[in-house]
């Protein structure tokens, strides 16, 4: 893992460079991490203009606020994921693109379902990453990937899938516990080693 | 939820919103108790980076978007773009008048270095922010140069020329110190290259003008640094012939 311990780790050292307002180093961060923040965006929007307006938000904010990123608390593509998710997701949350996903599911509905099965497979994620995800009970993997990738609250995976808001809140939080001890005993932790 | 939510109350709600899938309120009562339990805080970065595997689905941003990104930087505020420009040795005069103060920081700034969150005492606090940030970075790295136990590795152009130093603490951090490169054109930049196990990887885009740059690197493996002139922004992999290489010296 010595390779990409020093390529996750130089990301502290480019946020450094971008705090000295070094403009490259923001491409840098661009070029490694761009393509992922826009496509985690898109997977929520399904519209391109609103992914790429969430894309130059993140990469904004990270040049005006980088001490916001805190490297003992995760990678730099973590961060900027989190970043790219939460603010899809109010978007997602405003009352007109609520009322367009409500559209867009109506329409979905009616072809035969919301596959979220298809969405995650359709993910370039690692082998190990989609073995782990493969790993979870079925009740757990669910609910993670109505909320993450849905976008939906727990409330309403809950009322989704006819559970109990405390089972559904319970199944979210064991099942990214038991990914992460997954992921730390596949070799994928090096995230976590590092402090 | 105008309550306070006990521990265990928030600790419930922790992967529901480190994936963003709690309501408004919830949100700001977590967050609320976020701040004062460092244990929560840990929790709910290890989801994040769990969901962040989830994320990483790739992909290509749209042509375009990096120059729309990039010009509206000319936005910021004006008073990041007036970072003084100073040249090494009279800040590094800077660093030294400050003396013991800054060298006992120094210590804790190369345990921070990995982030750009450098809080310097107030003694040094009348700076400018971005004076103050290079000024910890060069006291940082002039107090791992002075450390007995930094290794250094000299790096040289193969006309003897051009020099640049590298100096390895043994907590894993890296400074170059690299002020003596000529600066190259605004569409060039210099990149750091670690050497390890026959590869190349890169430990940093330095830009056209790098003086000293922080990174981190990875002891296995590792059997020198070289640093290569590429296009603005960087490269992936390089095949360009190194500006200034050197190797490790085993002890």
């Known amino acids: 893992m010595a390779i990409d311990g020093l390529q996750e780790a130089s990301d502290g050292a480019l946020v450094l460079a971008i705090a000295r307002y070094h403009q490259e180093a923001l491409a840098e961060a661009y070029r490694r991490h761009g393509g992922a923040v826009f496509a985690l965006a898109r997977r929520l929007l399904a519209e391109q203009a609103l992914a790429e307006e969430v894309t130059q938000e993140v990469f904004l904010r990270l040049w005006q606020q980088p001490d916001r990123f805190d490297p003992e608390r995760g990678s730099l593509r973590s961060y900027l994921l989190a970043q790219s998710h939460g603010r899809a997701v109010d978007m997602l949350r405003s009352e007109t693109s609520r009322r367009r996903r409500e559209e867009r599911e109506a329409r979905e509905t009616a072809e035969g379902g919301y596959d979220i099965e298809r969405e995650v497979l359709d993910l370039a994620i690692g082998e190990h990453v989609k073995e782990v995800l493969d790993r979870l009970p079925p009740d757990e993997r669910r609910a993670i990937e109505l909320a993450y990738f849905g976008g939906l609250t727990y409330r309403e995976v809950a009322a989704r899938l006819e559970q109990p808001e405390g089972t559904v809140k319970s199944r979210i939080r064991a099942g990214l516990k038991r990914m992460r001890a997954d992921l730390v005993d596949a070799g994928i932790g090096g995230v976590w080693s590092e402090s | ?251």
């Open chain 2, 1 to 251: 939820m105008e309550r306070e939510l006990t521990h265990d109350e928030a600790a419930e709600l922790l992967g529901a919103y480190a994936l963003d899938a709690v309501e408004a309120d919830e949100r700001d009562a977590i967050e609320h108790h976020l701040n004062e339990c460092p244990r929560c805080r840990a929790e709910v970065a290890d989801h994040r980076t769990v969901s962040s595997f989830l994320g990483s689905a790739g992909g290509r941003a749209p042509d375009g978007l990096w120059d729309r990104i990039a010009g509206s930087l000319e936005e910021a505020p004006p008073e990041l773009k007036l970072a003084p420009v100073v040249p090494l040795n009279e800040r590094r005069s800077v660093s030294m008048r400050v003396g013991a103060a800054a060298a006992a920081v120094a210590a804790g700034v190369i345990a921070a270095l990995g982030a750009q969150v450098v809080h310097l005492n107030n003694e040094v606090d009348k700076m400018s922010t971005p004076e103050r940030a290079d000024s910890a970075l060069l006291s940082a790295a002039t107090h791992a140069l002075a450390d007995p136990q930094t290794q250094r590795v000299s790096m040289r152009s193969t006309d003897g020329q051009l020099a640049a130093e590298v100096a390895l603490t043994p907590d894993g951090t890296g400074f170059l110190v690299a002020d003596k490169l000529p600066a190259l054109p605004n569409d060039r930049t210099y990149q750091l290259w670690a050497l390890a196990n026959g590869q190349k990887i890169s430990a940093g885009v330095l830009g056209a003008q790098p003086r000293v740059v922080a990174f981190r690197y990875a002891p296995s493996g590792l059997s020198g640094f070289a640093v290569t002139n590429e296009q603005a922004g960087g490269v992936v992999s390089t095949e360009n012939a190194p500006v200034v290489l050197g190797t490790l010296q085993r002890t």
